[in-house]
């Protein structure tokens, strides 16, 4: 009897808390990265459950396991595990992740600026890193190829009526809801309740009403919203909430109808809208797009280049922003822990 297993960990936050697991996990099969997710998915989902459920975890946190690139460009390659599924890509989750290898040194750091390229889900992902006295101020990546799927939707949501929204992929499949279509409603943290409430219905209705599927990822779907409204800021164009839902959303149940607000600045997200709005010839290639999370966060979008994606026009956006560590950490599993696969209780899940 004794520890089972443990796992190193570093802290890290853009508003919203992101883990980088750095130790713990045996040899995955698979020549990339995405064919290592699958194999982790269905053969070791424990450690996502470990790392995410109570009372190692809490709704809004995301975590990344940290695996040999198997793309001989890449320095690292990185699993992403959220509360409910393992996504492709995901901004924020990339800046921590480079954040993470850089300040630590299992990349070495160059002032002021280093370069290199990490291995996702999804594929290679270029980072260039403003460093200074240690400390990487400054991280952008240029994304997967982003698209829109739907433009100007209606779909009937039940206890909402018609809602217009907008589909596209940035690394995810997002729902993108004007949130100025809701009388009364603003993106502010005091609105969280609300939000959590509009984007689960949203989502779930979309999930059930428009079909979406990636060309190179068969089963990827829609699975996470993000709402906007204008900035009211000058020097920010939108605001965004980002929900990670916690579960299967029962239209007739409203305690189902839950899930977390990213704290941060999504930059999947980011990259989905400016997708639209490239569509929407709102922007251009060479335009930037500046997002505002509900702390104030902000990510820079830019249109790098337009391109074809198996017969959808989509564009190429880099995203950049700042992430801090708040700590090291190293959790275990008690051999006689009643809770193997950590726990949710009804109050927050």
């Given at each position: 009897?004794g520890?089972?297993?443990?796992?190193?960990?570093?802290?890290?936050?853009?508003?919203?808390?992101?883990?980088?697991?750095?130790?713990?996990?045996?040899?995955?099969?698979?020549?990339?990265?995405?064919?290592?997710?699958?194999?982790?998915?269905?053969?070791d989902?424990?450690?996502?459950k470990?790392?995410?459920?109570?009372?190692?975890?809490?709704?809004?946190?995301?975590?990344?396991?940290?695996?040999?690139?198997?793309?001989?460009?890449a320095?690292a390659?990185?699993?992403?595990?959220?509360?409910?599924?393992?996504?492709?890509?995901?901004?924020?989750?990339?800046?921590?992740?480079?954040?993470?290898?850089?300040?630590?040194?299992?990349i070495?750091?160059?002032?002021?600026?280093?370069e290199f390229?990490?291995?996702?889900?999804?594929?290679?992902?270029p980072?260039?890193?403003e460093?200074?006295?240690?400390?990487?101020t400054?991280?952008t990546?240029?994304?997967?190829?982003?698209?829109?799927?739907?433009?100007?939707?209606?779909?009937?949501?039940?206890?909402?009526?018609q809602?217009?929204?907008?589909?596209?992929?940035?690394?995810?499949?997002?729902?993108?809801i004007?949130?100025?279509?809701?009388?009364?409603?603003?993106?502010?943290?005091?609105?969280?309740?609300?939000?959590?409430?509009?984007?689960?219905?949203?989502?779930?209705?979309?999930?059930?009403?428009?079909?979406?599927?990636?060309?190179?990822?068969?089963?990827?779907?829609?699975?996470?919203?993000?709402?906007?409204?204008?900035?009211?800021?000058?020097?920010?164009?939108?605001?965004?909430?980002?929900?990670?839902l916690?579960g299967?959303?029962?239209?007739?149940?409203?305690?189902?109808?839950?899930?977390a607000?990213?704290?941060?600045?999504?930059?999947?997200?980011?990259?989905?809208?400016?997708?639209?709005?490239?569509?929407?010839?709102?922007?251009a290639?060479?335009?930037?797009?500046m997002?505002?999370?509900?702390?104030?966060?902000?990510?820079?979008?830019t249109?790098?280049?337009?391109?074809?994606?198996?017969?959808?026009?989509?564009?190429?956006?880099?995203?950049?922003?700042?992430?801090?560590?708040?700590?090291?950490?190293?959790?275990?599993?008690?051999?006689?822990?009643?809770?193997?696969?950590?726990?949710?209780?009804?109050?927050?899940w």
């Open positions: 009897m520890i089972k297993r443990t796992f190193d960990a570093v802290e890290v936050h853009e508003g919203a808390p992101l883990r980088v697991i750095t130790s713990g996990v045996p040899t995955i099969p698979g020549n990339s990265v995405y064919e290592m997710t699958r194999w982790l998915e269905e053969n989902d424990q450690l996502r470990l790392m995410l459920r109570e009372p190692r975890g809490v709704p809004a946190l995301c975590a990344n396991l940290i695996v040999p690139a198997k793309d001989p460009r320095k390659g990185f699993i992403i595990m959220e509360q409910t599924e393992y996504p492709m890509m995901s901004g924020g989750n990339v800046l921590a992740v480079a954040t993470a290898l850089l300040e630590t040194g299992m070495e750091m160059h002032e002021p600026v280093t390229n990490l291995e996702a889900p999804a594929g290679l992902i980072i260039s890193a460093c200074k006295d240690g400390k990487a400054q991280v990546f240029t994304n997967v190829p982003s698209f829109p799927v739907y433009i100007n939707q209606e779909i009937n949501v039940p206890h909402l009526g809602v217009r929204v907008d589909v596209a992929w940035g690394g995810m499949f997002y729902v993108i004007d949130a100025t279509q809701f009388d009364g409603l603003k993106l502010i943290p005091e609105s969280g309740k609300e939000i959590i409430k509009i984007s689960a219905l949203v989502t779930t209705a979309a999930q059930e009403q428009l079909s979406v599927e990636h060309p190179d990822f068969p089963g990827v779907g829609i699975t996470v919203s993000i709402m906007h409204e204008p900035s009211p800021n000058p020097d920010r164009d939108i605001r965004t909430s980002n929900v990670m916690s299967e959303v029962d239209f007739n149940r409203p305690e189902t109808w839950t899930g607000l990213d704290r941060g600045c999504c930059g999947t997200g980011t990259s989905a809208i400016m997708a639209v709005e490239y569509a929407k010839g709102r922007l290639v060479g335009d930037t797009l997002n505002e999370g509900l702390l104030g966060i902000t990510f820079t979008g249109v790098i280049e337009e391109v074809g994606l198996h017969g959808y026009k989509a564009i190429v956006p880099s995203v950049g922003g700042q992430c801090w560590i708040s700590g090291y950490s190293k959790y275990v599993l008690d051999s006689t822990d009643p809770f193997p696969e950590g726990y949710t209780i009804g109050d927050i």
